[in-house]
T-cell receptor, first 110, second 115 residues
C-alpha cells in the first residue's frame, strides 16, 4: 500500500473551515484514499473515502487532485468537537486491512 | 447498542501474567481486526480474520500473542507472560463486504497496563 504524509499538527479557529492536507505520491490506480479520525480515548471513526472524484458527506468533503498524488479533507465549519487526530490512509480495497500512520492532530480553538 | 463491543475496557496486571481481551463485532460483519495503539502513535495492525479464518498476522506480533475467532463471531486476543512493553490500548474493528463504504467500525478499546 502507498504511504501517506501528513502534517503533525494543525490549528483551526472554531467556525472556520479546517483543511487537512495529505500527500500520497506513490498511490496506484486501484487504491482508495480513506480518512478516519480519532477523538481522545475513543476508537477511530470513518469519515469519508474516494478514488478519483471529489466526495462529500454529512461530515466532510474530500478533494483529490487530478493526478491523485494528494488530497485535502475539508471540515466546512469546525467545532470544538472536531478536535481529534485525523488519519489519511491509502488502501487497495475497501475491505483490506488499514495501515495507520501518525496522522494530523487538529486542535479547534475557540 | 449494535456497535463493536470490547471487554474489559481496562485491565491492570502484573508482569508475567496472562490476559485475554474479547471483541464482539457488529452482527454479520465477516471481517474482524485487532490493532494496538500506544500513546502518541497511530493504531498498529496486529491481525485480522475473515469469518473464523485468520488471514494475516503482523510480523511484529510475538509468539506470546494469540488471537482466535472460533465461530466467526466474537474474537479473543490473549497475551501470555505479559511484559511492560505490552502496555497499550488494544482496539478491535469489524467490517463487511455488504457495507457500501467498506469502512472499519472500531470499538472503544481495551486499555492494558502491565506493572
Amino acid at each position: 500500500d502507498a504511504k501517506t504524509t501528513q502534517p503533525t499538527s494543525m490549528d483551526c479557529a472554531e467556525g472556520r473551515a479546517a483543511n487537512l492536507p495529505c500527500n500520497h505520491s506513490t498511490i496506484s490506480g486501484n487504491e482508495y484514499v480513506y480518512w478516519y479520525r480519532q477523538i481522545h480515548s475513543q476508537g477511530p471513526q470513518y469519515i469519508i473515502h474516494g478514488l478519483k472524484n471529489n466526495e462529500t458527506n454529512e461530515m466532510a468533503s474530500l478533494i483529490i487532485t487530478e493526478d491523485r498524488k494528494s488530497s485535502t479533507l475539508i471540515l466546512p465549519h469546525a467545532t470544538l468537537r472536531d478536535t481529534a487526530v485525523y488519519y489519511c490512509i491509502v488502501s487497495k480495497t475497501s475491505y483490506d486491512k488499514v495501515i495507520f500512520g501518525p496522522g494530523t492532530s487538529l486542535s479547534v480553538i475557540p | 447498542d449494535t456497535g463493536v463491543s470490547q471487554n474489559p475496557r481496562h485491565k491492570i496486571t502484573k508482569r508475567g501474567q496472562n490476559v485475554t481481551f474479547r471483541c464482539d463485532p457488529i452482527s454479520e460483519h465477516n471481517r474482524l481486526y485487532w490493532y494496538r495503539q500506544t500513546l502518541g502513535q497511530g493504531p498498529e495492525f496486529l491481525t485480522y480474520f475473515q469469518n473464523e479464518a485468520q488471514l494475516e498476522k503482523s510480523r511484529l506480533l510475538s509468539d506470546r500473542f494469540s488471537a482466535e475467532r472460533p465461530k466467526g463471531s466474537f474474537s479473543t486476543l490473549e497475551i501470555q507472560r505479559t511484559e511492560q512493553g505490552d502496555s497499550a490500548m488494544y482496539l478491535c474493528a469489524s467490517s463487511a463486504r455488504t457495507s457500501g463504504t467498506g469502512e472499519l467500525f472500531f470499538g472503544e478499546g481495551s486499555r492494558l497496563t502491565v506493572l
